[in-house]
């Protein structure tokens, strides 16, 4: 670990312009309300994994990405966060449900939804967790985001599309192409039983 | 803000999704866990884009990029899902298993 954490020490590049890192003894405000959404993030995706009812399940997923929207918002990412608020909140989970209902889903407690190797894979989870948490706050221990600091907000509306339209086009409209496939896709693979093929 | 709590809190999640991956039968909670994953690595992705402040903004487009992916792959999981569903009559993935070697 020690070694692991030279390497990364030696090579990862600081920001520029790095101050000392203030102590973790005395939180700021925006890391209060960071560790706040945190929590409330990590219980509902535990809700999300652990709960008997299957359209409980949706409603977890909303608090949760609607937290970890929060929580771009805090790291000052606007754009990202209304996006995943638009498309995640908005979209997916609504998708989700349609899944739900369009499968019979039972209303109510179902004794069922989970397999038989529940405790494999509570060890999987917990293993890897753990493994996670002790690498990053192994390597990261003494980094630290300076959200303050000067400049133009890296996570405007402004600077995301300049990005994206100047140094990411080709990506982008790759992006819209597998999009479109994506669709063509879906719509082939429903069709295909509709006309009892 | 450290960089410790991000990458914590994304770390709880993944693990929290690769334990919703293994254990649910639904497919579609299978899907909400892969969901989960996809938002943990996002949350990095944002955090280290943050802390470095690259010129390019790669951190945030990926993250844009994963977002648009995942509402793809949901799309398209969905669509799968459904097929299996008027198909075998049930969506438990352990009750899929013609794909594997020995009979159940």
Known sequence: MSLLHGLLAGTL???????????????????????????VAVASALLVVSTSQLVHAALWLVVTLGSIAGMYLVLTVEFVA?????????????LLLFGLMLTRAPIGRSADLDNSHRWPALVAGLAT?????????????????????AGTA?????????????????????LSVLLLAALVGAIVVSRSTADGA | MHVVYPAVVSALLFATGVYGVLAR?????????????????NLDLVAFDVWLRDALHSGQTLTLFVIT?????IGLGLAIVLLVFRTKATINVDELSELGERPR
């Open chain 2, 25 to 41: 039968r639904n497919a579609i909670l299978v899907l909400m866990s892969v969901e989960l994953m996809l938002n943990a690595v």
């Open chain 2, 69 to 73: 992916l995942a509402a793809a792959e």
């Open chain 1, 13 to 39: 590049p600081g920001p520029p312009g790095a101050a000392a890192a203030p102590t973790y003894l005395s939180p700021s405000g925006a890391e209060v309300v960071f560790l706040l959404l945190g929590v």
């Open chain 1, 154 to 174: 890296p996570g405007s509306a402004a600077a995301t599309g300049a990005t994206i339209f100047r140094s990411w086009v080709l990506p982008f409209e790759v």
């Open chain 1, 82 to 94: 209304w996006v995943q608020v638009l498309i995640y909140v908005g979209a997916v989970v609504a």
């Open chain 1, 129 to 149: 967790a753990a493994a996670l948490v002790a690498l990053v706050v192994d390597g990261f221990r003494s980094a630290y985001i300076d959200l303050a600091a």
